[in-house]
């Protein structure tokens, strides 16, 4: 298996979205009523770097951290995966180690939330040595969603 990074093309961007997980799909969904389509575009926007994980050139998800204020260097991470990524997880877990600390290259810290449903992303979250709050409502629905926040130095 090849593995890669890449910026994401259009044609990346409609693969994800047309083989998004259901967990995401769900969040997304919880979280703004938005669809993996708005929320990668948005994101994209708003990143100042994005890229698409591969597999054997297939992207299996695109990922970024969004700028919430460059003035205190806080960022917003995100991701929208697929089911193929679900099938490479333990090569994606190893990986994924590397690229979030390469994040703080450019972040002080790190935050997001998670909704409480997803217990494989929360889960994937504290090994990354994510902080994660009780769950609160949050969304236009409340439903229940973790603050997760990393600092540089942890």
Request: aromatic share 12%; with cysteine.
């Amino acid at each position: 298996m090849a593995y890669s990074v890449r910026t994401p093309t259009p044609d990346d961007i409609h693969r994800v979205c047309a083989n998004a997980r259901q967990s995401d799909i769900q969040e997304l969904w919880a979280a703004a009523k938005a669809t993996p389509y708005a929320t990668i575009t948005k994101g994209i926007k708003l990143s100042p770097e994005a890229y698409a994980g591969c597999i054997n050139g297939e992207p299996v998800c695109i990922f970024g951290v969004a700028s919430f204020s460059l003035l205190t260097g806080h960022g917003v991470p995100w991701m929208v995966g697929t089911d193929l990524l679900d099938l490479h997880a333990k090569n994606f877990i190893k990986g994924s180690r590397v690229i979030v600390d390469n994040m703080f290259a450019n972040w002080e810290l790190l935050e997001n939330w998670v909704d409480a449903r997803n217990t494989r992303a929360i889960r994937w979250l504290r090994w990354l040595g994510f902080e994660i709050d009780p769950a609160a409502p949050f969304g236009p629905f409340g439903q229940p969603f973790h603050h997760f926040v990393r600092r540089r130095d942890n």
